[in-house]
Nanobody
Framework: QVQLVESGGGLVQPGGSLRLSCVAS????????MSWYRQAPGQQRELVAV???????DYADSVKGRFTISRDNAKKTMYLQMNSLKPEDTAVYYC?????????WGQGTQATVSS
């Protein structure tokens, strides 16, 4: 089993920044891709960014140029640096990890962008 714990959410004004973290524990060796998803109220969960074990990244068009995903394999931690935040970025952000044929999810962290 792999456990994922997110942190770093909060309330920020439009144009501000937040840095989310996701720490993996348990049987975390062998994790391949890791991703950030988000879900706004009344909306479906959507992929925000993905990073492979080798560091290749991809982003949703809505966050390109504003968000940066990274990971520190030694610390078993993934990050999402969110800059130039907009009200439409308000959502619960979930960490996701793939290991072999299984997908693991964190419990989510709320990010609210509002003046």
């Amino acid at each position: 089993q792999v456990q994922l714990v997110e942190s770093g959410g909060g309330l920020v004004q439009p144009g501000g920044s937040l840095r989310l973290s996701c720490v993996a524990s348990g049987s975390s060796a062998g994790i391949s891709d890791m991703s950030w998803y988000r879900q706004a109220p009344g909306q479906q969960r959507e992929l925000v960014a993905v990073i492979s074990s080798g560091g290749s990244t991809d982003y949703a068009d809505s966050v390109k140029g504003r968000f940066t995903i990274s990971r520190d394999n030694a610390k078993k931690t993934m990050y999402l640096q969110m800059n130039s935040l907009k009200p439409e970025d308000t959502a619960v952000y979930y960490c996701n990890a793939r290991k072999l044929l299984r997908i693991y999810w964190g419990q989510g962290t709320q990010a609210t962008v509002s003046s």
